[in-house]
């Protein structure tokens, strides 16, 4: 919030997206971390810290929106300046009743043993080790996304071999392979030793074949052996595509086995295929879901 406010210290008008490239260089962003997208949306994670800042210092007063994506400094924010504070952060800009009144609908203020004294605060990049609300979202969402991930391997794991196999067959349909369930079901039947075996079509028009084996594994880690002899399979069935699919994990020789050969073979552990099972809605059920909205910039265009 400091560097926001020092780029616009003389006191005129500045484009926002001019303050967002000169933080950039500030910061000595290289071109990744500067276009950097969240995990789950296709916001830029730099340009979002930097509008939220510009929210927490409107509401503190220390900026002013004369029009759309024009931020002037006003003279509370010049005021602030001429203090030299070493940071400027959300405990900070509680001095002001404004602000205090715009935390109180988010229910998130400093707490009484949390107070700094900003005089002697070592000075942290605010804009590197804050998240905004729309970070922390996206935290708990992922968060909530992994426990059930871990609670859904757990179900993979106690179901039978033959429920394991449907299963499977269902998450490949989902994915938009086998054709039918149908077409799925003949293609995958052999069981073996807790996993399955079989062929099926890569699109609903079977213009290629795929061969899948998957093996309900606990802690086992799935060797370079089983990965070779899973691939000499592909050979005997003149096969050039494959599928493994296990509940725990491949050894790093077996993922490295896959990459050195021609033929091409996906490796699928535990915590990808729980993540696939999550993704195409299989094994899990919604409970709610969130829209999250923006300011339709464009409708308040007067012509």
Known sequence: MLPFLEVIRDGQEHNIQDIINQLAIRYNLTQDERYQRSPNSTNIVFNNKIGWTKTHLKNAKLIENPRRGIVKISERGLQVLTENPLR???????????????????????????????????????????????????QSYQEIRNDLA??????????????????????????????????A???????HDGGVDGIIKEDKLGLDEIYIQAKRWNKTTVGRPDVQNFVGSLVGRRAIKGIFITTSDFSRDAQ??????????????????????????????DITSYILKRVDTDYFTEE
């Open 185 to 191: 079901g003949q293609a995958i039947g052999q069981s």
């Open 88 to 138: 400027i952060d959300m405990r900070y800009l509680s001095r002001y009743p404004e602000y205090v009144t715009f935390r109180m609908a988010s229910r998130v203020l400093p707490a009484e043993d949390e107070v700094v004294d900003h005089t002697t605060v070592d000075i942290v990049p605010l804009m590197r080790n804050t998240l905004t609300p729309f970070e922390l979202l996206e």
């Open 256 to 285: 490295e086995y896959v990459r050195g050969i021609d033929k091409k073979v996906i490796l699928i552990n535990g915590k990808e295929l729980t993540q696939l099972m999550i993704d195409h809605g299989i094994g899990v059920t």
């Open 150 to 183: 871990d609670d859904l391997l757990e179900q993979v794991l106690s179901c039978s071999p033959q429920f394991f196999e449907q299963m499977v067959i269902d998450l490949l349909i989902s994915m938009g392979y086998g054709g039918s369930r149908q077409d």
